[in-house]
């Protein structure tokens, strides 16, 4: 397979159709419920976590610097618009150091900005590749690669985990509140039949 086949493959556009629709979904964000924001996130962020293995090898870059598009005002506009979106949750209990097994510690790390870390690295590679020049599209698949290994992959798997754990208590919250809901619509239920029955006996 020549290096251009390769650069245009299905499993290497697949991605980048992925990453452009994570990429719109935070630009987006919905008015809807958090359970529904959980559930999106951990749907797209598990498939570009699975997909980025199937990119390309590249071998060489055709430069060394490569070229970045979120800038920093863009960056603290959507970290402050994700701090808000998910509240009181946004702290978490994150580990360091985690490429040297037994020098890590527990800190505090912040979900929001794990997520727009993630946000930037995935724009700034659909938006080289999307350039359409080889250079370009060879350039950002080595470079979302390297950073993927060396930076963003374990913060995905962290915000992975993170909201998994708010998923299923946001449902067990919401399942026990509908299931209160309906235990005092039946209790209501059953005090009008008592009252009645009480007054159709006298």
């Known amino acids: ?6 650069l245009i493959a299905q499993q290497t556009t697949d991605f980048v159709k992925l990453c452009r629709k ?16 959980w559930t999106t996130q951990l749907n797209l962020l598990s ?22 598009f979120v800038t920093e005002q863009e960056y603290n506009k959507l970290f402050r618009k ?8 946004d702290k978490f209990p994150d580990f360091t150091n ?25 724009k700034d590679f659909v938006l080289l590749y999307e350039t359409g020049t080889i250079e370009n599209m060879n350039d950002a698949i080595a470079d ?3 950073s993927f290994g ?10 992975l985990r993170i909201m998994h754990i708010n998923l299923y208590q946001n449902r067990y919250a919401e399942a026990k509140k ?12 059953m005090l009008a039949n008592s009252e009645f029955g009480e007054e159709g006996d006298e």
């Open 1 to 6: 397979m020549s290096k251009i086949e390769a």
């Open 22 to 37: 994570y990429i719109d979904y935070i630009d987006n964000l919905p008015d809807k419920k958090v359970t529904e924001f």
């Open 47 to 68: 498939g570009i976590y699975n997909q980025i293995f199937l990119l390309p090898k590249i071998d060489a870059r055709y430069e060394a610097y490569v070229e970045k």
């Open 82 to 89: 994700l701090e808000g979106y998910v509240g009181s949750l």
């Open 98 to 122: 985690l490429s040297h097994p037994g020098s890590f510690q527990v800190i505090e790390t912040s979900l929001s900005e794990t997520l727009t870390d993630i946000y930037q690295e995935v």
């Open 144 to 146: 979302c690669v390297d």
């Open 150 to 159: 060396e930076y963003w992959g374990v913060k995905l798997l962290a915000a």
């Open 178 to 189: 509908e299931a209160q809901t309906i235990d005092d619509e039946i209790e209501k239920e």
